[in-house]
């Protein structure tokens, strides 16, 4: 048996390791990572935790397809995520997750998101009848709410412009908020870097208090369709009528609250970066606006853009599969190893931590020609396609992003019926700062002049 070796990377500083690098820009660090390390990069981010980036699609293959068991996802023991997401799809493992993922896949099937075409065209024309040529709007924030209208729609049928989904957006809004606040507080990082790890502060008042009134109105919702059972042809009334076809048994009240909660917010915020990504990139790239412009006025004209529609929008599919690439709202993705691996010949040790980024290997000059550049048109080529473990703006493997049709379905509807009425010039051409958080999104927004078409 070849001798076990471990990979090399950044020597870093011998207490904090390759932390402050990371901290002070993550992606420019995970891209130097990535060109000038092997296939595997060795990283030191916690006291007596290995971590390693990948670079090879076989291991991310190998990773993500996790066939012996071998990784989690690691949420388990993280008191935030818990008290938000519960045990949700997104956060849940082994037999309980497959469970859920089981149940909520008929709410996903296509026959079924296709009935959601029409709100998300109805929502974004309402969106559009409220700007005016000449306003100066930040597009991340029409995004933000734009998509979260959607979400309170097609999950519990709430229209946000009616009285009690005022407050049901807003205590999501907050939770939403106070969350990412927690998550990226770099104090809570040092402090398992030096191995206080236990010291983390616990969950805030502030978290606490959201989500508490945030459960409250989703057990009220709940409870409500328990009384009066029917199709509201919402997720919500899928996900309470589907049945384990082994034991008869269908999910409790908690395990509903749990997945509403996750496909909110695993949901809106991801789809809204990604638009307001496409509409910064297209905004330095009139040629390819045009060009989207051409098509969309081709396929949909003046009616409303219609789910028939997608097949034809092939242009508009490449511009968000573009957009993806180059600035993917997931950019990062991490795995434990629950027991010792070999990966490449390299020993991992349990309790290791393994990163995947799409940010780098979508970035890869290897996988990519040209790879900075924006060109939806390298999409153009059927026979070109990179793997799936190349190009994975949503995952892979067993736990791929269960919302993948719907999301995509979302950013061409809303791309198509945007683009159609208005260009966008961005304000003060400076760089957009990216703020690497859980998604990839403008720290500041993206302040654009809109030009009615
Ligand atoms: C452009 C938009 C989106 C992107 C880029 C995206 C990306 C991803 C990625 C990369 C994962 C895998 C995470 C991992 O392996 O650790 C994931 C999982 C997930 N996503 Fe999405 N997502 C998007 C939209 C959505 C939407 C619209 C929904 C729901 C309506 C959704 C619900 C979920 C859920 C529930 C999971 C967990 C699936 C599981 O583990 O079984 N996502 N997403």
Redesign the pocket.
């Known amino acids: 048996m070849p001798e076990k070796t471990m990979p090399t990377g950044p020597k870093g500083n011998p207490v904090l390791g390759n932390t402050i690098e990371f901290g002070r820009d993550p992606l420019r660090f995970i891209t130097k990572c990535s060109q000038q390390y092997g296939e595997i990069v060795r990283l030191k981010f916690e006291k007596d935790r290995e971590s390693f980036l990948l670079n090879d699609p076989e291991h991310i293959q190998y990773v993500f397809m996790n066939k012996g068991g071998e990784f989690s996802?690691g949420y388990q023991q993280d008191p935030i995520m818990g008290l938000v997401f519960g045990n949700g799809?997104?956060t849940s493992e082994g037999s309980f997750?497959l469970r859920q993922?089981r149940l909520s896949q008929p709410a996903f099937h296509p026959g079924r998101i296709a009935d959601y075409a029409d709100t998300m065209v109805r929502y974004s024309e309402r969106t559009v009848t409220k700007w005016n040529d000449g306003d100066k709007r930040d597009i991340n924030d029409e995004m933000m709410q734009l998509t979260m209208g959607i979400a309170t729609k097609t999950l519990f049928d709430l229209d946000l412009h009616q009285g009690d989904s005022r407050d049901a957006s807003r205590a999501l809004d907050t939770v939403m908020t106070a969350f990412n606040t927690q998550m990226t507080n770099v104090f809570r990082h040092i402090l398992h870097l030096i191995g206080l790890g236990r010291l983390v502060p616990p969950v805030n008042r502030q978290l606490k208090e959201a989500v508490a009134d945030l459960d409250n109105m989703i057990y009220a919702i709940i409870e409500e369709r328990r009384n009066h059972p029917g199709d509201r042809g919402d997720l919500l009334s899928m996900l309470i009528s589907t049945y384990d076809e082994d034991d008869g048994s269908s999910m409790t009240d908690q395990q509903l609250r749990d997945e509403v909660i996750?496909?909110f917010l695993?949901?809106h915020e991801?789809?809204a970066n990604?638009l307001s990504w496409a509409f910064y990139l297209l905004s330095q790239h009139p040629d390819i606006e045009e060009k989207l412009y051409q098509e969309v006025s081709r396929v949909v004209g003046d009616r409303p853009a219609t789910l028939a529609d997608l097949s034809k929008l092939s242009y508009t599919e490449n511009v968000i599969k573009e957009t993806?690439r180059l600035q993917p709202?997931?950019w990062l993705?991490s795995r434990y190893a629950e027991q010792d691996v070999t990966l490449g010949g390299y020993d991992i040790p349990a309790g290791s931590e393994v990163m995947i980024s799409q940010w780098a290997m979508h970035r890869n000059p290897r996988y990519f020609n040209d790879p900075l550049t924006f060109s939806p048109e390298r999409w153009d080529n059927s026979d070109n396609k990179p793997s799936k473990y190349v190009y994975f703006?949503?995952?892979g493997g067993p736990?791929?992003?269960?919302?993948e049709r719907?999301?995509m379905m979302?950013?061409m509807l809303l791309l198509a019926t945007i683009v159609r009425e208005f260009r966008f010039e961005l304000v003060d051409q400076l760089p957009i700062k990216m703020e690497p958080s859980i998604t990839l999104r403008p720290k500041h927004g993206i302040n654009m002049r809109l030009h009615k078409r």
């Open positions: 996802k799809l997104l997750w993922r996750t496909l695993a949901g991801t789809t990604t993806l709202t997931v993705i703006p949503f995952g736990r791929i992003c269960i919302g719907f999301a979302e950013a």
